[in-house]
């Protein structure tokens, strides 16, 4: 059975950062890429970020490049976001996905597993 649990999430001043972590469990991690969505209320899901299964190529959408960071380490199965500068628009519950597509992919339908959410909530 496959778990994607998120972690890091939490109430922050605007300027301030966060970082979260996904851990992941019942999937050979190493062969996945993974990424970061995250739905604010009334507002569709958005990609954020997303990461090759090797770790070597890595995306954004244009709203936190620059002040986002997407890691991960195959050895502990976690995939991580680092978040800096961030913003009131970021405030949302962020999600991590995994996905048989080796390489980076924004689209959603192409992830097969999903978390349950972190809340972050960035004050102003």
């Known amino acids: 059975q496959v778990q994607l649990v998120e972690s890091g999430g939490g109430l922050v001043q605007a300027g301030g950062s966060l970082r979260l972590s996904c851990a992941a469990s019942g999937l050979t991690f190493s062969r996945y890429g993974m990424g970061w969505f995250r739905q604010a209320p009334g507002k569709e899901r958005e990609f954020v970020a997303t990461i090759s299964s090797s770790g070597g190529y890595t995306d954004y959408v244009d709203s936190v490049r620059g002040r986002f960071a997407i890691s991960r380490d195959n050895a502990k199965n976690t995939v991580y976001l680092q978040m800096t500068s961030l913003k009131p628009e970021d405030t949302a519950v962020y999600y991590c996905?995994?996905?048989?597509?080796?390489?980076?992919?924004?689209?959603?339908?192409?992830?097969?597993?999903w978390g349950q959410g972190t809340q972050v909530t960035v004050s102003s």
């Open positions: 996905a995994a996905t048989r597509v080796l390489f980076t992919t924004p689209l959603a339908e192409q992830y097969n597993y």
